[in-house]
């Protein structure tokens, strides 16, 4: 059983950055960002494999950069130019396969990290 941590969420305002951390409990081939906020449906932000190969929503790219140290099994999201519509609750994700992260039907979640951007 692998354990997901994140950190790194908090209050921003528009414009500005945060950086997200998610550390994980073993060795994760491919992991990823969901995020979901009050009242609608969660989304896949980025994601990333073991070897570096990423993928970005398009309300997001430019923005955001997905990033992974594999000796510390730990993924990062790197998020800048803010927007008020990024807040949600950010949540990592790792599985195997990179196109089961991107399906939303990993096996590993993490508790999320809450992310408010205000204007």
């Known amino acids: 059983q692998v354990q997901l941590v994140e950190s790194g969420g908090g209050l921003v305002q528009a414009g500005g950055s945060l950086r997200l951390s998610c550390a994980a409990s073993?060795?994760?081939?491919?992991m990823g960002w969901y995020r979901q906020a009050p009242g609608k449906q969660r989304e896949l932000v980025a994601a990333?494999?073991?070897?570096?190969?990423?993928n970005y929503a398009d309300s997001i790219a430019g923005r955001f950069t997905i990033s992974r140290d594999n000796a510390k099994n730990t993924v990062y999201l790197q998020m800048d130019s803010l927007k008020p519509e990024d807040t949600a609750a950010y949540y990592c994700?790792?599985?195997?396969?990179?196109?089961?992260?991107?399906?939303?039907?990993?096996?590993?979640w993490g508790q999320g990290t809450q992310v408010t951007v205000s204007s």
């Open positions: 994700t790792a599985d195997l396969r990179l196109s089961t992260v991107m399906s939303g039907v990993s096996r590993y």
């Open positions: 990333i494999t073991r070897g570096g190969t990423t």
């Open positions: 073993g060795s994760i081939f491919s």
